[in-house]
């Protein structure tokens, strides 16, 4: 399962499906980036990405950092 989250941690979205079965959560995160006009956090199997209003998609930081 793949969570969505604003870069202060705010929850978006839980519960979409991962990217090991399809590609939901990524292409539900740059829409969501894109009408924020933010970068979001797409956390993912494991994974954390940055995702931003553009379309680009970046390995993301640890939360701490």
Not at 5 to 15: A, F, K, L, R, W
Not at 22 to 37: L, S
């Amino acid at each position: 399962m793949a969570e969505i989250y604003s870069q202060d941690g705010n929850e978006i979205t839980v519960g979409l499906q991962g990217s090991i079965v399809c590609d939901e959560a990524m292409q539900a995160a740059k829409v969501i980036a894109m009408d924020r006009g933010e970068a979001v956090r797409l956390e993912d199997d494991g994974e954390s990405w940055d995702v931003h209003p553009d379309g680009t998609v970046e390995e993301a930081d640890s939360w701490e950092n």
